[in-house]
Nanobody, 126 residues
């Protein structure tokens, strides 16, 4: 079992930066891949980024490549999402999710993630 709590979301101006954190509890965190998803008002939830349990590989949605960076600290049981050059279209609730060990692939598929946080609101003003 893994419990996830996101933090760090707030109102920021376009062009600014934020770092989201996702604190996990549970003994098996270090064996889980982690992902960030987001949901804007009136839209479906979408994949943002993912990282393997060992940080050996990361994946990003095209719309955040070069602007967002996912990282994790297994000793602190925390995964981060550094967001730079924020745009108004990045406004959304951001969720972290944990993915139990499974074959590689489908990193952007919600159904491959078992545990979810409650989300943190990011609002980017123009």
């Amino acid at each position: 079992q893994v419990q996830l709590i996101e933090s760090g979301g707030r109102l920021v101006q376009a062009g600014g930066s934020l770092r989201l954190s996702c604190a996990a509890s549970g003994r098996t965190f270090s064996s889980h891949a982690m992902g960030w998803f987001r949901q804007a008002p009136g839209k479906d939830r979408e994949f943002v980024a993912a990282i393997t349990w060992s940080s050996s590989a990361t994946w990003y949605a095209d719309f955040v490549k070069g602007r967002f960076t996912i990282s994790r600290d297994n000793a602190k049981k925390t995964v981060y999402l550094q967001m730079n050059t924020l745009k108004p279209e990045d406004t959304a609730v951001y969720y972290c999710a944990a993915r139990p060990p499974r074959p590689d692939g489908d990193w952007n598929k919600e159904e491959t993630y078992t545990y979810w946080g409650q989300g943190t609101q990011v609002t980017v003003s123009s």
